[in-house]
């Protein structure tokens, strides 16, 4: 018999249009010393369920039950008060205050006189298992480490309901695990804890209870232990998706040379290794992974091929090069928001960026906003774009619908080769896998991809070849049917040669 | 890094859509509250003063719009503040924070006077082009220079642009006690410049003359550039988002090197207007304010030529507004100021407002 809930959730319907309720008539139940995973795709609703919980949103029906009593949560003050503390997916801290002066802004007036001296900060923060030095300027932070503050924040506020909202977007792979510890730590102590992700591995990993919301409907809510990734997958997405199958290649072998890396060498940065002496080939038909631990030489790879970034030493050759030199690669840049987009442009201008000063878009220095227009209609159909028309900015659309449109660009480039850099960070299962497909599809159809990222389950289903980067070096290359371990050993560096 | 790839939520784009579409269009209803309200403002202060406000806005708007010659002053006070501004526009669009129109006018002031007082008169009607176009390239090259030391040594540009203005104005004080003060002469001021150079006069009675035409063409001519054509679009793009348009191949350096050059010769050409159309001379201080005015110009039309053309107009409308209340009702002419300047923190309110609620 489990025991019972802190707080619960009933039966909460919400709509910001009416018609459309955006959560419609969820309950569920948050017990202390669990972390309770709420999942689910995004624009779920799984965000204003939170929102509405720590006071930001008024439910149009239903309440809370904090211990088997009504409350009510006006604002997020009232939802303090209540003992419920939330980590926002993008910080509320002041960066130019110190760790110290930031917690104290946060605490409220009766707590403040024991934060007065910087060890009493650190004492305290030790004691919840989350040593920081007080000292330090926030900005100065790495993103770990900020959200450290945040959590602190929560604590200090001797909150018993810790809210997370897609709090590992930010992290790599070690911190998210070094994460997660402190949540157990946290539940452990007699709390509750509640993560809204969409990253299944985590819930599996870490969670004891998970809730999914597909479109505003609670579809499960239930204890993690015996439920399998597919059961997950299936509730958020409404439908069955193997996560793990290999995407085809055409078994044909593959083609032509179509980029050529010799010796390349690129000088070393405090965040990167650079690369040294590393040499590649691409052929038409192949999808070739590059793993690797971030900072290994990813980024220098991706602005060589880019051409946004010469070789110390060594040479870059392409089968096709734009007039001024640079290779001609459709690109994926790594972050969509500052390089693969212009946010403030309208998507008829970000999907035909590359093109935009060649015939028809532009004749004689002029443009041709109407073959710009018609031409971006068809490319926003032919790739599902989900926006009221092309001249509305991206900056309005969900994270998988702005990837559809970086990505339309790429194929959309009189080339060859196409090379992306983590084409699926921050989308939900759907958009990743509908990027990955037309990835796949666009090897088959005889171009070469590039396909450097961070999630080694997705290269290890995409790639015919995968190499391996370490300390700047392809320090192995295994084929797409190699295993995890092979993998993980060479990523760090273990059987370098 | 990381921090930058995070996802935009959007289970209800036609809702969102919705709500950054207020925030982006209500831009022109913001600056027309932020007008009327310090217009309100303004008419509280002079009744403080004991001025009947209704007689003092009739006095105002007479004095701006009731005669021919009120609307020839409220055009040629509209002039430069209007080539300032498109100046700053031009440079900011691609990125790049020119805060020295001021400089730029007065170094096109100083290009302007020099064929127009030197060269020979048998030149005739050539003296007119010749003087602008010299005023566009003295200003164009001294825009150039921070856009250089900002490429090449990555001199911040608001600093130089800014330090920039004040080597201008004293250059030109220099150059009006010194080198081009007429023998004998005790004033501050170069000699008269060639008939021929002078910009004709548009409307007979008036001060009005070609230079506000000339200001409205480059509006014009802006906002065909930043819209049809294809160096407008890779000029915003570069601004908006430089390492997307750098991923893309866009020329960066050269587009900051061409927006600098464009904004430069359109500040130059401002201050050759003043010197061509208006003092026929070069004066020490015969800028009050106009590059500073023309930022503001800018920033309250929105970065757009046709605001800053709407936002010029009133600007150029309080400054002759604000003559006629001296001289009628002898209120002081810093007045002008005050009018000028609240709508900029009526306008910083609003959106500050706007921003706060906009982030819920």
Known sequence: MPPDPYLTLTAITKAFTPGHPVLDNVTVAFRRGEIHAILGENGAGKSTLLNILFGMYQ??????????????HRSPADAIANRIGMVHQHFKLVPTFTVAENLRLAAPPAIRPSLARNADIARLADSFGLSIDPKAIVSTLPLSLQQRVEILKALINKAELVLFDEPTTILNPAEIAAFYKVLRQIAAAGRAVVVVTHHLNEVVDHAQHASVIRRGKLISSGPVAGRAREDFVRDMVGHEVDLSAALDGTGEAPGAVRLSLQNVSVAATPSSSGLRDTSLTLRAGEVVGIAGVEGNGQRELF????????????????GRSHADGRPRVGLVPEDRHQEGLVLDLPIAVNLLLNKIDEAPYARAGRLNHAAITAR???????????????????????????????????????????????????????????????????????????????????????????????????????????????????????AAH | MTATITETKTGWPDRINEAARKLTQGYALVVIIAFAASLAVGLLILAALGVSPWQALSVMINGAFGSRMAIGDTLVFMTPRLMTALAALIAIRCGFYNLGAEGQLQLGAVGAVLPATMLPHSLGLLLLPISLISGAIFGALWGLIPAVLKLWRGANEIIVTLMMNFIGIYFVKYLVEGPLQPAGSNFNMSAKIANAAQLPLLLPGTRLHLGAVIAVVTAALLWFLLYHSTFGIRLRAAGLSPRAARLQGMPLSRLILSSMLISGAIAGVGGAIEVLGVQYRLIEG????????????????????????????????????????????SIPSAMAMIMSGLPILFLATIQGFRLVKGRK
């Not at chain 1, 439910?59 to 009510?72: A, N, Q, Y």
């Not at chain 1, 060589?304 to 050759?317: H, N």
């Not at chain 2, 309250?300 to 400054?319: D, K, R, S, T």
């Open chain 1, 376 to 494: 971006a209609e068809e490319m926003r159909a032919a790739s599902d774009v989900r926006s009221r028309n092309v001249h509305v900015t991206p900056r309005i659309l969900s994270g998988g619908n702005q990837q559809k449109i970086v990505l339309a660009r790429a194929m959309n480039e009189d080339a060859d080769i196409i090379a992306v850099y983590q084409p699926t960070r921050g989308l939900d299962v759907a958009a990743s896998e509908e990027i990955l497909r037309r990835l796949r599809d666009a090897a088959n159809g005889g171009r070469a991809v590039l396909f450097i990222s961070s999630n080694l389950d997705e290269i290890m289903r995409i790639s015919d070849r995968i190499i391996i980067f370490y300390a700047g070096r392809a320090v192995g290359e295994v084929n797409g049917r190699a295993s995890r371990e092979e993998i993980g050993a060479l990523m760090t560096g273990g």
């Open chain 2, 286 to 329: 015969f800028s009050s304010d106009f590059g500073f005015d023309g930022l503001a110009v800018a920033l309250l039309g929105g970065l757009e030529p046709l605001g800053a053309v709407i936002v010029a107009l009133y600007f150029g409308a309080i400054n002759s507004g604000t003559i006629a209340l001296q001289s009628v009702l």
């Open chain 1, 59 to 72: 439910p149009d029906m239903g309440g809370i039950l904090l211990e088997g009593r009504e409350v009510i």
């Open chain 1, 303 to 318: 602005e060589l091929v880019a051409g946004a970034l010469t070789p110390d030493s060594g040479t870059v050759e392409a």
